[in-house]
């Protein structure tokens, strides 16, 4: 669960004078979108590449320039925000800006404002690669880690400037994602979790394939979720539309039998395996090399049984270990369910209804009910897929060997 509800969480932007000043609207627009409070201050060079007015219609508040204009609670309101603010994001952070703070000074709004927070800083460094690579900007950047900042690294690319390399600005999902982190209590650290997401193609040529409308969605979302806890997270996905989480550990594959490979090359030291995963039960017996032509009016395919990866799993489960699986059902689903939490010796499985356009596969948004060997139900409400996440790792870390 978020140590800091995150609707009620007030959060700082600083916004210094780079190309990548306009991603920290987006930024600004993102933070809002999830509830929190947002204030901006920003240096003057900034107001050369966006305008403050900007700024103050997304972010809802008046944004700070200057210590000394303005109202006659200015030159102090910089002290009143370091002291409110949950968290503190610096995107983009020029050399300036970055090696002011390294060495104390305080001469603007921002760097003094900076110098007076207590509470987590993200600095988001962008600039030129030459500039970023210069000794004196790495030794700033290290220096600001050891002070116990944290650094939301450049990406490499094609900047600004024409040249190419390290220095651009994370997309503002990322550098949210980064914030939701840092606002995150870290109740699964040291904990290694294995997650299954998104559907298995069977293919029976080159070009085609039997499979199911999972979207992978469920498995990302508690991936994310897992990782901002704290846990070491490493997710093994079936094709999907989704971009891979930033900074979890991914292993794509395409088949079932792709999926048990990778799956049992690494549930033996994972803590807790959570299969999300719409696996396909078969697969056709017969893969044809080339593309099949068009023949006879009836074609009958011949399908032979997959592994069931989470029924071996539980087979071998080792003591401590926690097994979670999931149940799409079309109907019954409680009898089902706990049919398969028993014979696949889980701890707990998540059960919904498919077929309903608001819950299960493709959607956004899941209701699901919870079913325990004790023969315990919990029957969720609907609500988003990030949010259900959060609140099945509250569930699995109230599981008998968690607690
Ligand atoms: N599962 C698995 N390997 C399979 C099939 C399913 O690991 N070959 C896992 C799923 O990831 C899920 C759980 O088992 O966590 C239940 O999957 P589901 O498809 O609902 O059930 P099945 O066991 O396949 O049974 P059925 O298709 O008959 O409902």
């Known amino acids: 669960m978020p140590s800091v509800d995150l609707a009620q969480a007030s959060i700082v932007v600083g916004v210094s004078g780079g190309i990548a000043a306009y991603k920290g609207v987006e930024l600004v627009r993102s933070i809002r979108k999830l509830g929190m409070q947002v204030r901006v201050i920003m240096t003057s060079n ?37 002291r409110s603010a949950d968290a503190v994001v610096v995107a983009p952070a020029t050399a300036n800006v970055i090696g002011k703070l390294a060495c104390g000074i305080a001469d603007d709004a921002l760097s003094t404002f900076l110098l007076a927070v207590s509470s987590p800083v993200l600095i988001c460094p962008s600039m030129n690669s030459q500039m970023y690579l210069n000794p004196a900007v790495q030794q700033n950047i290290e220096n600001l880690r050891r002070f116990g900042y944290r650094i939301v690294e450049p990406e490499s690319g094609e900047l600004a400037c024409g040249t190419s390399g390290p220095g651009r600005l994370p997309e503002p999902e990322d550098i949210l994602d980064e914030l939701v982190a840092v606002l995150t209590s870290k109740d699964f650290s040291g904990k290694r979790i294995l997650i299954s997401a998104g559907p298995t193609r069977e293919h029976f040529d080159p070009v085609r394939f039997i499979s199911n409308p999972s979207s992978g969605k469920m498995g990302y979302a508690l991936a994310v979720a897992a990782h901002h806890r704290g846990a070491d997270v490493l997710l093994v996905t079936g094709p999907t539309h989704l971009a891979p989480p930033r900074a979890v550990q991914t292993i794509g594959v395409n088949s079932a039998a792709q999926m048990a490979e990778a799956v049992f090359n690494h549930a033996g030291q994972a803590d807790i395996v959570i299969m999300t995963a719409a ?5 056709p017996e017969v893969q044809a090399d ?21 029924r071996t799993l539980g087979e071998r489960k ?27 010796n889980l701890d707990m499985i998540v059960g919904n209804l498919v077929g309903r356009t608001d819950s299960g596969f493709a959607a956004d948004t899941n209701q699901v009910s919870l079913f325990y060997p004790t023969g315990n139900v919990e029957t969720m409400p609907l609500m988003e897929k990030q949010k259900l996440a959060h609140h099945l790792l509250d569930r699995i870390a109230g599981l008998p060997t968690m607690t």
């Not at 696996?279 to 697969?283: H, I, K, L, N």
């Open 46 to 82: 900034a107001t050369r590449f966006v305008g403050p007015i900007t700024f103050e219609a997304l972010s809802g508040n008046p944004v700070c320039l200057n210590l000394f204009e303005g109202s006659d609670r200015a030159s102090i309101q910089h002290i009143e925000w370091a």
């Open 279 to 283: 696996v396909s039960d078969y697969r």
């Open 290 to 310: 080339q593309k099949m032509k068009k023949g006879p009016d009836d074609l009958t395919l011949r399908l032979v049984k997959n592994p069931d990866i989470l």
């Open 318 to 344: 080792s003591p401590g270990q926690l097994l979670i699986g999931f149940a799409a059902e079309t109907e019954q689903l409680r009898a089902h369910a706990t049919q398969k939490l028993r014979e696949k």
